[in-house]
């Protein structure tokens, strides 16, 4: 397991209030891209929070943004989200 994951778990529950957290690392799918020369990591979040009750996708997106703060810029070049209300 990546490092970096759980330095993203910790991130996402320290901003936002989780039910559940999922991360898979998918740097290796994106080996000779040239985001993955930049040593950053490609990442798969599912996420659901009550935070996210009521919010757009993109809203619930900039949330998760918000929340990995400067992770962004130092362990992830590409997240993908999956973001989920607390009743979906």
Same mark, same amino acid.
């Given at each position: 397991?990546?490092? /970096?994951i759980p330095r993203i778990r910790a991130a996402l529950q320290r901003h936002l209030d989780t039910d559940e957290i999922q991360i898979r690392d998918e740097s290796h799918? !994106?080996?000779g891209h040239a985001g993955a020369q930049t040593g950053l990591g !490609?990442?798969?979040v599912t996420i659901r929070? +009550?935070?996210f009750d009521g919010l757009t996708? +993109?809203? /619930? !997106? /900039?949330l998760v943004y918000e929340a990995m703060g @400067? *992770?962004?810029q130092t @362990?992830?070049?590409?997240?993908s989200i999956r973001a *989920?209300?607390?009743q979906e």
């Open positions: 397991m990546s490092d /970096r799918l !994106h080996a !490609h990442f798969h929070s +009550i935070a996708p +993109i809203k /619930r !997106h /900039r @400067d *992770l962004m @362990d992830v070049h590409a997240l *989920l209300g607390s």
